[in-house]
T-cell receptor, first 112, second 113 residues
Framework: DAKTTQPPSMDCAEGRAANLPCNHSTISGNEYVYWYRQIHSQGPQYIIHGLKNNETNEMASLIITEDRKSSTLILPHATLRDTAVYYCIVRVAAEYGNKLVFGAGTILRVKS | GAVVSQHPSRVICKSGTSVKIECRSLDFQATTMFWYRQFPKQSLMLMATSNEGSKATYEQGVEKDKFLINHASLTLSTLTVTSAHPEDSSFYIC?????????FGSGTRLTVV
């Protein structure tokens, strides 16, 4: 019951901004958008999350459209170490609290 | 920040045996933990939600009797793969809800031979 759609892969030049889109057109009003990334054979790493306002931290920026049906993760200056699978996730309400249901993700390849 | 430790990182077992995977929250208490499975080149699939002091909640299609989950304390959840078969070979990852969000363990690579 993944609620997000992402492009399967993207390339980005080293030092340039990487803009990763995500569609979550069925998101509910109180569901947060989370972004995680996974480097091969490791556990997912938290990047950022938001509800409706744009968010920024030391890793990235998250831009959420006003209707909340889509968002974009921005890595301002991509490095080779940012090559990973990036997951856009909607936090779903469940019987015992909220849970993260992963979509297919985007493979980001940063090239020199 | 919050740290989740998962052990072992790799395990090889014989078909028909059981394997236990541990997930510990090191610097926070986790009333809720999550278990995921990931096959090669696929995304993470949520298997179950583990709740301290109560029965786990399994996702549709996940066999409760095969994947036993115990969450007996606020810092430890275990996943036991019973009567393992080669098709159970996968990457198993736990996650815990911390004051900082959802923190993931480093995963366990299970190979059943």
């Amino acid at each position: 019951d993944a609620k997000t759609t992402q492009p399967p892969s993207m390339d980005c030049a080293e030092g340039r901004a990487a803009n990763l889109p995500c569609n979550h057109s069925t998101i509910s009003g109180n569901e947060y958008v989370y972004w995680y990334r996974q480097i091969h054979s490791q556990g997912p790493q938290y990047i950022i999350h938001g509800l409706k306002n744009n968010e920024t931290n030391e890793m990235a920026s998250l831009i959420i459209t006003e209707d909340r049906k889509s968002s974009t993760l921005i890595l301002p200056h991509a490095t080779l170490r940012d090559t990973a699978v990036y997951y856009c996730i909607v936090r779903v309400a469940a019987e015992y609290g909220n849970k993260l249901v992963f979509g297919a993700g985007t493979i980001l390849r940063v090239k020199s | 920040g919050a740290v989740v430790s998962q052990h072992p990182s790799r395990v090889i077992c014989k078909s028909g045996t059981s394997v236990k995977i541990e997930c510990r929250s090191l610097d926070f208490q986790a009333t809720t933990m999550f278990w995921y499975r990931q096959f090669p080149k696929q995304s993470l699939m949520l298997m179950a939600t583990s709740n301290e002091g109560s029965k786990a909640t399994y996702e549709q299609g996940v066999e409760k009797d095969k994947f036993l989950i115990n969450h007996a304390s606020l810092t430890l959840s275990t996943l036991t793969v019973t009567s393992a078969h080669p098709e159970d070979s996968s990457f198993y990852i736990c996650s815990a809800r911390s004051p900082y969000g959802y923190t993931f363990g480093s995963g366990t690579r299970l190979t059943v031979v």
